[in-house]
């Protein structure tokens, strides 16, 4: 590697770990507000095994270098590793402090459907995913989301949304996506990557929050663009719509049926050659080492379908669903698949 590529790298690198020591930090203090107000309340678990510790710096570095490099590959511009606001950032650190007391007390007192009884939405949704206020239902939730996110993870949840961007141009390199489909977008924090990173002709993003997306509107304003409250089961398209569809994070908070029916729908609003993806979590002995993490993420923080998705196989409910030309990889907490119609 020339000196110039090594250094530019080593900035990205750097510029990642920042991220991440702000995020962390901002962890502790979250950590700590809760722990002192114990017994009201109840702090999700500390980690503290010093092997698992290095471990998981080791694979955040992994992946911030994979990062890096997939920017020098042009997969995708050095901005959006650029992206943040610190105004905004500030701003909204009172309110995440404050809620995550709400958050702390509902994992104290095991409430999980603290929500509006008049959301109309399937029964499996009813409920406060990572005990978070109103679920993924209000203009507050929406609000504090991805940063809630990236606290959780200590700032490395953009980074690991970014490498099925790396999956998909490294699989399909010639490939043109020119009518897109994003399922379950949220906030729009994928959607706004990928904006900057495919050349398309439409994409259309939808989730079943109207709320959320509202706030993907609000970042997103391409032209190209569109937006759709739906749900990722019951897609409101026609037969052999898009090119590519694709979905992060969503898989494991859905129960296993509902994921063969997204698969089903995927299928059905893809063309012939079409391309399937997704970004989820990690599976049990995808790394042995991390089968702990994977086991006590849904205790602490109310993923009432995580655990049967870490067993599920995806590559055989793709293949199962007709989907041929299957493709996985992971990095750090996420894993990623592509299959072809």
């Given at each position: 590697?020339?000196n110039?590529?090594?250094?530019?790298l080593?900035?990205?690198?750097?510029?990642?770990?920042?991220?991440?020591?702000?995020?962390?930090?901002?962890y502790?203090?979250?950590?700590?507000?809760?722990?002192?107000?114990?017994?009201?309340?109840?702090?999700?678990?500390?980690?503290?095994?010093?092997?698992?510790?290095?471990?998981?710096?080791?694979?955040?570095?992994?992946?911030?270098?994979?990062?890096?490099?997939?920017?020098?590959?042009?997969?995708?511009?050095?901005?959006?590793?650029?992206?943040?606001?610190?105004?905004?950032?500030?701003?909204?650190?009172?309110?995440?402090?404050?809620?995550?007391?709400?958050?702390?007390?509902?994992?104290?007192?095991?409430?999980?459907?603290?929500?509006?009884?008049?959301?109309?939405?399937?029964?499996?949704l009813?409920?406060?995913?990572?005990?978070?206020?109103?679920?993924?239902?209000?203009?507050?939730?929406?609000?504090?989301?991805?940063?809630?996110?990236?606290?959780?993870?200590?700032?490395?949840?953009?980074?690991?949304?970014?490498?099925?961007?790396?999956?998909?141009?490294?699989?399909?390199?010639?490939?043109?996506?020119?009518?897109?489909?994003?399922?379950?977008?949220?906030?729009?924090?994928?959607?706004?990557?990928?904006?900057?990173?495919f050349?398309?002709?439409?994409?259309?993003?939808?989730?079943?929050?109207?709320?959320?997306?509202?706030?993907?509107?609000?970042?997103?304003?391409?032209?190209?663009?569109?937006?759709?409250?739906?749900?990722?089961?019951?897609?409101?398209?026609?037969?052999?719509?898009?090119?590519?569809?694709?979905?992060?994070?969503l898989?494991?908070?859905?129960?296993?049926?509902?994921?063969?029916?997204?698969?089903?729908?995927?299928?059905?609003?893809?063309?012939?050659?079409?391309?399937v993806?997704?970004?989820?979590?990690?599976?049990?002995?995808?790394?042995?080492?991390l089968?702990?993490?994977?086991?006590?993420?849904?205790?602490?923080?109310?993923?009432?379908?995580?655990?049967?998705?870490?067993?599920?196989?995806?590559?055989?409910?793709?293949?199962?669903?007709?989907?041929?030309?299957?493709?996985s990889?992971?990095?750090?907490?996420?894993?990623?698949?592509?299959?072809?119609?």
């Amino acid at each position: 590697m020339m000196n110039k590529e090594k250094v530019f790298l080593n900035s990205l690198v750097t510029l990642n770990f920042s991220k991440s020591f702000l995020y962390m930090s901002e962890y502790k203090m979250l950590y700590h507000l809760n722990r002192m107000m114990e017994p009201f309340v109840k702090a999700p678990k500390k980690e503290d095994d010093p092997a698992l510790i290095k471990l998981m710096r080791e694979k955040v570095l992994d992946l911030y270098l994979q990062d890096a490099n997939n920017v020098l590959k042009g997969y995708y511009p050095k901005d959006l590793l650029l992206k943040f606001d610190p105004k905004n950032h500030l701003l909204r650190l009172p309110k995440l402090l404050m809620d995550s007391v709400s958050i702390s007390r509902r994992r104290k007192t095991g409430k999980t459907k603290d929500l509006d009884a008049e959301i109309e939405v399937p029964d499996y949704l009813k409920r406060n995913y990572h005990f978070q206020t109103d679920g993924y239902f209000s203009d507050h939730s929406a609000s504090l989301y991805e940063h809630q996110v990236e606290i959780l993870f200590n700032g490395t949840a953009q980074a690991m949304r970014r490498m099925l961007i790396g999956h998909l141009k490294k699989r399909f390199p010639e490939k043109k996506f020119f009518k897109v489909l994003e399922v379950a977008a949220g906030t729009g924090a994928m959607s706004g990557d990928f904006v900057k990173s495919f050349d398309f002709n439409e994409l259309i993003i939808t989730d079943i929050s109207e709320q959320y997306l509202n706030l993907a509107k609000e970042k997103i304003t391409d032209s190209r663009v569109s937006f759709n409250v739906a749900c990722a089961e019951e897609l409101p398209f026609k037969d052999g719509e898009f090119d590519l569809v694709f979905s992060v994070f969503l898989f494991h908070e859905i129960p296993r049926q509902v994921r063969d029916e997204v698969f089903r729908e995927s299928f059905r609003v893809l063309k012939s050659g079409g391309v399937v993806a997704l970004c989820d979590s990690i599976q049990m002995n995808d790394d042995s080492r991390l089968n702990e993490v994977l086991d006590n993420f849904p205790r602490d923080y109310h993923e009432p379908f995580y655990r049967d998705y870490t067993k599920w196989d995806v590559s055989e409910a793709l293949a199962k669903n007709n989907f041929k030309d299957i493709s996985s990889e992971f990095h750090l907490l996420s894993k990623y698949f592509s299959a072809v119609k």
